[in-house]
């Protein structure tokens, strides 16, 4: 390895110049720039580097905490609206069946109602069904007894002679007069 006077100002160029000179090799010159432009900032420029590491770091920890907060705070977020949305889904199960309870009862009702209101039509029919049933066996005797008594007319007419009629009207004198005798 090379010593820093040798990088500075090689060895061959002390033969030929025989003094201190410039050392025109760009590579050489520029590592010896780098190195000392490193030094002076290393030197020079060591606190402000920590204090912007320090403040990175700081700013990287209270991002961090921040994080943790907000974690927390959605993961507590996240508890409730879970717990908020179990008991919503109770709440619509209660309702749910709730309504289906009510549907049910109404369903029943409406078939109930529809029942009593067929039964009251059956009753209806059959209490009209009776009363022309009643109507018309009325009308019959009355066309039977109508005509009963004008075929009984007819045949009184023709049996009835002026001495069978003399003879009926004394017996039912003789029968007012046996009852008028036995009220007195």
Same mark, same amino acid.
């Given at each position: 390895?090379?010593?820093l006077?040798?990088i ?7 033969t ?7 050392n025109?090799n760009?590579?050489?010159i520029?590592l010896?720039n780098l190195?000392? =432009?490193?030094?002076?900032l ?5 606190? =402000? ?7 990175r /770091?700081?700013?990287?920890? %209270? ?5 943790e /907060?907000?974690?927390? /705070?959605? +993961?507590?977020?996240? &508890?409730r ?6 008991? !919503?889904e ?6 749910r069946i709730?309504g289906?309870t009510k549907?049910d ?5 409406? =078939?109930?109602? !529809?029942?009593?209101d067929?039964?009251e039509?059956?009753e209806?029919? %059959?209490y009209?069904?009776?009363?022309e049933?009643?109507?018309a066996?009325e009308?019959v005797?009355? &066309? =039977?007894?109508?005509?009963?008594? /004008?075929r009984a007319?007819?045949s009184?007419?023709g049996?009835l +002679?002026?001495?069978?009629q ?7 004198i003789?029968l ?7 009220s +007195?």
């Amino acid at each position: 390895m090379r010593s820093l006077s040798e990088i500075i100002a090689p060895s061959s160029y002390w033969t030929l110049a025989g003094t201190i000179g410039l050392n025109t090799n760009i590579f050489e010159i520029n590592l010896i720039n780098l190195i000392l =432009v490193l030094g002076i900032l290393f030197y020079y420029g060591k606190g =402000v580097l920590i204090n912007l590491l320090e403040n990175r /770091e700081r700013t990287i920890l %209270n991002t961090i905490q921040d994080a943790e /907060e907000r974690h927390k /705070e959605a +993961t507590e977020k996240l &508890q409730r609206a879970r717990l908020r949305l179990q008991q !919503a889904e109770m709440k619509a199960d209660e309702i749910r069946i709730i309504g289906l309870t009510k549907m049910d009862r109404e369903r029943r009702d409406l =078939v109930d109602a !529809a029942d009593n209101d067929l039964r009251e039509l059956e009753e209806s029919k %059959n209490y009209a069904i009776r009363f022309e049933k009643q109507r018309a066996i009325e009308q019959v005797r009355q &066309q =039977v007894s109508r005509l009963a008594s /004008e075929r009984a007319f007819e045949s009184l007419n023709g049996r009835l +002679t002026n001495e069978f009629q003399l003879r009926m009207i004394d017996y039912h004198i003789g029968l007012l007069r046996a009852m008028a005798n036995k009220s +007195t």
